[in-house]
């Protein structure tokens, strides 16, 4: 078994937002909806590598509409300088981030930040670890 997708709700007819926070801010990228649900609203995005699908989150319209305060996806980096790049893009593009949880979920360091309508996304990468030679002192 894997995770296909993770649904988070959004509010009616706010697809830009959607599209400035999952697309332009994470580095999304937006996927046709197939055409028996596109006339719900909403957005698709995924995260592709080499052919491979890592990640697909699904923007659905929920009414009435409340935010997710805890709830959340986590996406996964490849490494804390890929994560500090993400944080100040996420940044530039207008978006909260809170490094206040940092170091609170060993062998990771991670930040959350805000979509546009109010949902928490968690953002990690994994802790480098050091060489034996390195925890030795040894060169």
């Known amino acids: 078994m894997q995770l296909h997708h993770v649904q988070v709700s959004m ?44 990640a ?16 959340h996806p986590a996406l996964l980096l490849e490494d804390v300088d890929a994560l500090e ?17 940092r170091d609170t979920f060993s062998g990771f360091v991670r930040f959350h930040s805000r979509d546009g309508f109010g949902n928490r996304v968690e953002l990690l990468a994994p802790v480098p670890t050091q060489s034996a030679t390195e925890q030795s002192g040894e060169e």
Do not use: C, M, N
């Open 85 to 101: 790049t993400l944080a100040e893009r996420i940044e530039g593009a207008g978006f909260e981030v809170s490094w206040a949880e």
């Open 56 to 71: 697909e989150i699904h923007l659905g319209v929920e009414e009435p509409f409340v935010p997710a305060s805890k709830a």
């Open 11 to 54: 509010p009616r007819d706010q697809e830009e937002s959607a599209r400035a926070f999952y697309g332009a801010a994470l580095g999304l990228t937006e996927v046709l909806k197939p055409a028996a649900l596109a006339g719900r609203g909403g957005a698709w995005f995924r995260a592709v590598s080499g052919g491979t699908v890592l």
